[in-house]
């Protein structure tokens, strides 16, 4: 463990290391006007804390860059939908990105892997280690290389779980439940019973009031706060699908081409402290937004038996073989983890 943290520790020292040097570097240049204007599209509507911490990055980005880079901030449902960020990023629609993974499981199956499978750690230093010290980062950015995108640090937020409009007294009540979850949640929860609905998160709501589902994940519980579920969705099952999501910031390749070798790397060194910031923010929302959530009546089902968290663990056992026979880099993100586990 104390191995774990300290790698983690020197990947966070370099990256405030590197927004030191540009920083140092933006205060002694003379103000430029902006030479590159960019959109940049995320998952959050307007006036969410989520929402808010994208556009910190745009800001820091505009900032470290003393003005050269303007960044347009495009929220959700704003031109661009959730599914649809992925591939306006690689057509150059939009200059960066903020993708839900799941959502784009057949054009980037490894983005299945990265986001984390059903069952994985909720440790952020194992999670960092994973990515920059036992080999993901450069599979991943072939990866998304291959599609004509710029991958850039990931950030992780905290454990998603499943609201529901009833309370689930034992596993066999996810039976024929319609449930908002993309990807490899959906095919979780197929296993235990439930049909699965691949949603962006703005249509959540209306969803869970009109009837059209019986429940739904969130990214975190922060989402299912801001998006107001609890007011159309009272009961939250206590176990979590996954102990946390990694999500990435992809930039077109063309755009990226175009920029300097100073601009990249204070675009690097932005995405860095927005990495951090998702991580301290998320942590500390975490618990308030379930106290938000619970002063309006959210309530939680019943502690699962022992053999309901058998069937759960179950449930996301065969997940992995099923995705490393995705494609290629799949398995080869899977083996990395695979060996991983195997030694702990």
């Excluded at 204070?266 to 379930?290: D, G, P």
Aim: overall charge neutral; proline content about 4%.
């Amino acid at each position: 463990m104390l191995k774990t943290v300290k790698k983690l520790k020197q990947h966070l020292v370099a990256s405030s290391l590197a927004v030191a040097l540009s920083v140092g570097a933006i205060a002694s240049s003379a103000v430029h006007a902006a030479e590159y204007n960019w959109r940049f599209a995320n998952l959050y509507s307007r006036g969410t804390a989520f929402g808010a911490v994208y556009e910190g990055l745009a800001k820091n980005i505009e900032v470290m860059s003393n003005g050269r880079i303007k960044v347009q901030v495009l929220y959700s449902g704003e031109g661009v939908g959730s599914s649809g960020i992925f591939g306006a990023v690689k057509t150059g629609l939009i200059t960066m990105g903020a993708p839900f993974q799941s959502l784009n499981a057949g054009e980037l199956p490894a983005g299945i892997v990265e986001i984390g499978l059903p069952g994985g750690t909720n440790d952020v230093g194992d999670l960092s280690t994973l990515f920059y010290e036992k080999g993901w980062a450069p599979i991943l950015k072939k990866a998304y290389g291959e599609q004509g995108l710029v991958w850039l640090d990931p950030y992780i937020q905290p454990a998603v779980y499943v609201i529901t409009k009833k309370p689930i007294n034992s596993i066999a009540d996810f039976k024929g439940l319609k449930i908002r979850a993309p990807g490899a949640y959906g095919k979780f929860l197929r296993n235990l019973g439930a049909s699965p609905v691949s949603l962006a998160w703005s249509e959540i709501y209306t969803s869970l009031s009109t009837g059209v589902i019986d429940g739904s994940i969130g990214s975190n519980m922060i989402d299912h706060r801001d998006g107001n579920h609890v007011e159309v969705a009272k009961y939250m099952y206590p176990l979590p699908l996954a102990g946390a999501q990694v999500l990435p910031i992809i930039v077109n390749q063309s755009a990226w081409n175009k920029l300097p070798t100073d601009l990249k790397a204070i675009v690097k060194a932005a995405t860095a402290v927005h990495a951090q910031e998702q991580m301290t923010k998320s942590r500390l929302w975490e618990s308030q937004a379930v106290a938000d959530m619970e002063a309006k009546g959210l309530q939680w089902s019943p502690e699962p038996s022992a053999a309901d968290k058998a069937a759960w663990k179950a449930a996301g056992a065969k997940l992995m073989d099923e995705y490393a026979a995705q494609d290629e880099y799949s398995k080869e993100l899977i083996d990395i983890l695979r060996k991983d586990q195997a030694n702990d």
